[in-house]
């Protein structure tokens, strides 16, 4: 069972470039969130997804756009990179809805973005 | 807005003792609450999951306990051992999962 994938693990971008970063998930999760990791700021929600076709922004969802055109990817792209976007970004995915509410979160091994 | 804050922000222990990390939120109108483990440089290993209508959950030498009146989890590791070095992190929320910024433990030999 892969869970959930996150590619590329590092990437170096200079100012003003734009990249996508890829997350794939095998549960059938409806949820799929994007987050980033700072020092000190612990994990902030970038944007997320209820479901194929519907996405949302989170608390920093500025200079990111996420698409959802299927239940298991969720890319987050960068337009035009920038040295504040240096930082480690976390795909998470679960099911939401249940009678029990949210189910358990599961995390890919992130992605270490620099900014130059 | 949830607010989750965890206390200490460090926590540096000598092998074998059993200690206790907290987390604190202000909106009892949460799903569930997560503790996660993060190894430096490394993803999130989800540790424990409660749910909001039960009081604890148990996995080997862990236990969670949550008091949502009261806003409050906490983890208690029990016998610590070295391998338990790691910064530890509370998430809890509805739809969306908030974070603490999380404790760093250190197990001295």
């Known amino acids: 069972n892969a869970g959930v994938t996150q590619t590329p693990k590092f990437q170096v971008l200079k100012t003003g470039q734009s990249m996508t970063l890829q997350c794939a998930q095998d549960?059938?999760?409806?949820?799929m969130s994007w987050y980033r990791q700072d020092p000190g700021m612990g994990l902030r929600l970038i944007h997320y997804s209820v479901g194929a076709g519907i996405t949302d922004q989170g608390e920093v969802p500025n200079g990111y756009n996420v698409s959802r055109s299927t239940t298991e990817d969720f890319p987050l792209r960068l337009l035009s990179a920038a040295p504040s976007q240096t930082s480690v970004y976390f795909c998470a995915s679960y099911l939401t809805g249940t009678g029990l509410g949210r189910t358990e979160a599961f995390f890919g091994q992130g992605t270490r973005l620099t900014v130059v | 807005k949830q607010e989750v804050t965890q206390i200490p922000a460090a926590l540096s222990v000598p092998e074998g003792e059993n200690l206790v990390l907290n987390c604190s939120f202000t909106d009892s109108a949460i799903y569930n609450l997560q503790w996660f483990r993060q190894d430096p440089g490394k993803g999130l290993t989800s540790l424990l999951l409660?749910?909001?209508?039960?009081r604890e959950q148990t996995s080997g030498r862990l236990n969670a306990s949550l008091d949502k009146s009261s806003g409050r989890s906490t983890l208690y590791i029990a016998a610590s051992q070295p391998g338990d070095s790691a910064t530890y992190l509370c998430a809890c929320g509805a739809n969306n999962l908030f974070f603490g910024t999380g404790t760093r433990l250190t197990v001295i030999p």
């Open positions: 549960m059938n999760h409806e949820y």
């Open positions: 409660i749910q909001s209508s039960q």
